[in-house]
Nanobody, 118 residues
Framework: QVQVVESGGGLVQPGGSLRLSCTAS????????MGWYRQGPGKQRELVAS???????NYTDSVKGRFTISRDNAKSTVYLQMNSLRPEDTAVYYC????????????WGQGTQVTVSS
């Protein structure tokens, strides 16, 4: 079975930093694009950052210059380094593994809470 597990969330003051980790098992990790999504209170889920199997990276505009996504295929882990955090970054952050073949293979973690508050 496939398992996707996030960790690293917590409570942080504005301007602070957190590093999220996501480890996936039961898949050939290096074949998958990985993404970090978030869903804030009363808001829709949005894609925050993604990294393809080849290492191409995209960020949503609101986090550019503050967040960094990276992956370590040897550890089957993707990271999201979050700096200069703002209250509007408060959300549940979800890890996604995606691979397009004949059909799209799409797996989600359970989410980790990030709260930015003074």
């Amino acid at each position: 079975q496939v398992q996707v597990v996030e960790s690293g969330g917590g409570l942080v003051q504005p301007g602070g930093s957190l590093r999220l980790s996501c480890t996936a098992s039961g898949i050939t990790f290096r074949w998958y694009a990985m993404g970090w999504y978030r869903q804030g209170p009363g808001k829709q889920r949005e894609l925050v950052a993604s990294i393809t199997s080849g290492g191409s990276i995209n960020y949503t505009d609101s986090v550019k210059g503050r967040f960094t996504i990276s992956r370590d295929n040897a550890k089957s882990t993707v990271y999201l380094q979050m700096n200069s955090l703002r209250p509007e970054d408060t959300a549940v952050y979800y890890c996604n593994a995606n691979r397009r073949t004949v059909l799209t293979q799409d797996y989600w973690g359970q989410g980790t809470q990030v709260t930015v508050s003074s």
